[in-house]
């Protein structure tokens, strides 16, 4: 299978810290790949490299075989706070991205109102991002990244800030635009079941300082799926009570370090 | 001791504070416009009486029949449209020139490191004091007002702008940039429009110097302007006409401020974040 996103023995220093230590990460094409690692472990960081955003220390990324140079353009990133532009409507977030590329406005709108209906905003193209509650704006965020049609997608914790009922309808959801439209994935999260149930590979990371991964699992739960029906299956259990296992170590560790202070 | 330490425990366990006494709307209207009329009533009393000195002092009713006679005329309405257009114009340029230095000092870091003492020493220095200067330079006519306008604005939101650019949402820029958004682009979609934010949230203060620096101005020197209806009865001790500006200028900010607050309603409500 071709690698469309590998990063290649990748180290991330600030200053004495190391944040991430020769951590090698491969996504192939179509692929959803969940990265999993307790808190302030360097997840975040790892994607920032991997959107060219943040330039490693030391490694490689190569986007389809090429060595990325700046920022990764054929990456959409969604990230974990809110990213909108206060000042500009629902539309006018989700169509950003078009006019930066010089699509002529009336097609951009239109395209903008179709990825609002199409992540259930119809009719709300006109509210600013403060009128929309945390999961509309996430919406609109993922309506803005996914206009783009990136080949790679990068998330980090897009779900984390809201409520449990919003944030299993918005992995549904999430899983059902991305069977349309296999893209290659990356996704951090510090949840385990939003892991699995969403991906087709879970890295597990070490606490940090000097972040790598541990050890990686192959999902292989039947697609399509549905988040919420899958946990209860008991394929689903058994892989959560194995990679729980190998996870729980880590996040031990963490807790440890963290409360003696030289976490993060 | 005892009541003041548990004080917080008793209050939790309250229902509900004993509500103090709050008069209607329509009693504090009354109340407060019987404090202005006890206020002119002695004023006049006490003037009649002597005690006041009336070549100082004046006479409320003398006061409020000059207002009545220039507006009556008409006259007022000229030189207010005079303050009015050198604030706007002030503070317009002001704002322009404001955004555009704050945004260029705020981004670059050279420029900023290279102008920042002499930033500070011109904000340091009372700018009033230019007013000489720009009559000097302008003349009498309304460009040395709308100059000291823009003295007094420009650093007001000079400061805002830079200070807004720098602390620009580093989420925002992040992802602009992920979605493609070149130098230019992302000054025009993402610093400018957050730029104008804080040039917004200071738009009250900024207004406000804009209006100073115009009477300010025609108080130097001028051909016309209320600050020129106050300097001309100044110079005639007519101190009933002397109080007469200043409470044409004082209901005029008012009204301006009641402007901005309008305005600023249409223009933020929606979007404050």
Known sequence: MTRTLELKNITVRFGGYVAVQNTGIAVAEGEFVSIVGPTGCGKSTLLNVAAGLLEPTEGEISVFGEPLVGLNSAAGYLFQVDALMPWRTALGNVTAGLEFHNVPREIARQRGTEWLTRVGLSGRGNLYPHELSGGMRKRVALAQTLIMNPKIILMDEPFSALDIQTRVLMENELLNLWTADRKSVLFITHDLDEAISLSDKVIILSAGPGTRPIAEFNIDLPRPRDVYEIRSTPRFIELHMQIWDRLKEEVLKAYERNQYGTGN | ???????????????????????????????????????????????????????????????????????????????????????????????????????????????????????????AMPRVILGPIFILWFGLGIISKVALAVSLVYFVVFFNVSQGVREVNPAILANARMLGASKRQLLRAVYIPSALSWVFSSLHTSVGMAFVGAVVGEYLGSAGGIGYLILQAESTFDVNAVFAGMVVLTVFALLLDLAITIIERRLIARRAS
């Open chain 2, 1 to 123: 001791m005892g009541p003041a330490t548990s004080g917080s425990v008793a209050a939790k366990r309250r229902p509900r504070p004993p509500r103090k006494w709050l008069p209607s709307r329509s009693t504090i209207a009354i109340l407060q416009i019987t404090v202005l009329v006890i206020i002119l009533l002695a004023w006049y009393v006490l003037g009649k009486a002597k005690i006041l000195p009336e070549f100082f002092f004046g006479d409320p009713v003398l006061v409020f029949g000059q207002i009545w006679d220039w507006t009556a005329s008409g006259e007022i309405f000229i030189h207010l449209g005079i303050t009015l257009s050198e604030t706007l114009l002030g503070f317009a340029i002001g704002a322009i020139l404001g955004v555009i230095g704050g945004i260029w000092l705020g981004l670059s870091p050279v420029a900023g490191a290279l102008f920042d003492p002499y930033v500070k020493a011109i904000n």
